[in-house]
């Protein structure tokens, strides 16, 4: 008995009806990246390993999909390598490409490599499928889309308030209200660990940092003593765990918390521009909120870091994010650019949609009309109307075989198409087409013209 095939862990099949619901949130997207003069890019699936590794942190690191090379992979593996069975030695020499594990680094590295084609500051925009080797669950996949927008060229902080207003943008085309816009800054995390003497673990300091909502106030302190942290610096931090209160208020206690961190005061004045001036924009449907634990762990973010929560009521992790990075393009030679970008979690807001109930009756992969065959002759006069329905517009098919009634009703039935076309003889020579509504049952004749106004 053959094996019934199977998908890898963290990938899914798409139907019919969920690619076009993903369609139509990318599309809803795109539209909105077009309207605030982002331009498209794509690049490819894999990328050379010593593009990738090394620019996520260690943990990112780990969740990159290595690829072995092509024919005798372990030929540049010596005997005592191989003996020593260290896996961090040995990947390099039978592993030289990996599967992209974001859009942000390959797009620094296209940046770095086109950057006498590009004309700064330049705004792109990417959608397109990343790996991660990560351990599946709702809403955490292996292989997902990124939809982001990013700006290289400019350190002006109108950028980060276009981003904001993008977000809500796209958040209110798909009629998601109540989505939280978190914000913090790098600068201000540098200030922290300056101020409670952590300055030399601050990787460890904001990776665990940002893990509060997973792992909770207690998994936070454990992982830090765990990465030597002192205890007295823990203790500095505790009014972290519990910082409240509005945007203005925020800023005030920072201010106070970091006087001595001219860093930290930095970080500040560059949340309180773009507090102020969306504050002043106003957002439609978002709401933008300081959170001072959220670090997004990716070494590089320098400057605004974003993060974006669905609705309240909603089990879901973040569905965007992204931030400001001062030198990303320097790890490939190109110093002193300065960029900011967004990401969109594709596949988390489509579950939260879903849950929802928020896409549109309108979105739908159905053919509007089916026509029925009843042999060559009547199939032929179908397929010109419908070849005339298409240039029309209108989305129809001809149910390919000459089967009995009943099955091609069925078929239409199960298909969820509305409308049916009955072609025989009498339609023929009257030149005419019975239109039939499979909901109600009602029957009409009409001439193209008329079948082409009842169709749209």
Not at 144 to 163: M, N, P
Not at 275 to 285: C, F, I, M
């Amino acid at each position: 008995m053959s094996k019934k095939p199977s998908i890898p862990k963290g990938t899914r099949d798409f139907s019919p009806t969920e690619v076009v619901k993903r369609t139509y949130i990318m599309d809803t997207i795109k539209r909105s990246f077009t309207h605030f003069g982002f331009q498209p890019i794509e690049t490819p699936s894999f990328e050379n390993s010593d593009t990738l590794m090394g620019k996520y942190g260690e943990e990112g690191d780990r969740l990159i999909f290595k690829i072995l090379n092509s024919g005798d992979y372990l030929r540049k593996v010596d005997d005592a390598l191989y003996t020593e069975k260290d896996s961090g030695k040995m990947t390099p020499k039978i592993s030289e490409k990996a599967l992209r594990y974001d859009l942000t680094v390959p797009f620094a590295r296209y940046v770095v490599q086109h950057q006498n084609d590009i004309t700064f500051p330049f705004k792109r925009y990417q959608i397109q499928p990343v790996w991660r080797a990560d351990r599946p669950q709702k809403g955490r996949f292996r292989e997902f889309f990124q939809c982001d927008a990013d700006v290289v060229g400019s350190k002006s902080l109108w950028q980060e308030v276009e981003l904001v207003q993008l977000y809500d943008t796209v958040f209110t085309a798909l009629n998601l209200k109540g989505t939280t816009i978190k914000m913090n800054n790098r600068k201000i995390l540098s200030g922290i660990a300056e101020v409670i003497g952590a300055e030399d673990k601050l990787i460890d300091f904001t990776v665990a940092l940002d893990k509060l909502d997973k792992i909770g106030e207690e998994g936070v302190k454990k992982e830090m003593r765990e990465k030597g942290i002192s205890e007295d610096a823990i203790q500095k931090v505790q009014p972290l765990f519990s910082f409240t209160g509005t945007a203005s208020e925020k800023l005030a206690s920072l201010e106070t918390m970091l006087a001595s961190s001219a860093t930290g005061q930095k970080g500040i004045a560059a949340l309180r521009f773009i507090v102020d001036n969306v504050s002043a924009l106003q957002l439609q449907s978002a709401h933008l909120e300081i959170d001072v634990t959220l670090a997004r762990g990716l070494n590089y973010y320098t400057g605004a870091i974003f993060e974006v929560s669905a609705p309240e009521g909603v089990a879901m992790g973040s569905i965007g994010g992204g931030g400001r990075y001062d030198d990303l393009t320097g790890i490939f030679g190109m110093k002193d650019v300065s960029g900011v970008g967004i990401s969109f979690g594709l596949d988390r807001i489509y579950l939260v949609l879903e849950e929802l109930g928020l896409f549109p009756d309108t979105v739908a992969a159905n053919t509007k009309v089916l026509f029925i065959n009843f042999g060559a002759k009547e199939a032929l006069y179908a397929m010109q109307a419908i070849t005339k329905l298409r240039a029309n517009g209108i989305t129809a098919e001809l149910y390919p075989d000459a089967a009995k009634m009943k099955k091609q009703m069925g078929y239409a039935d199960k298909r969820d198409i509305r409308c049916t076309v009955l072609a025989g003889d009498k339609e023929m020579a009257a030149g005419t087409y019975t239109l039939k509504n499979m909901k109600s049952g009602e029957q009409e004749a009409l001439d193209f013209d008329g079948l082409v106004n009842r169709l749209k």
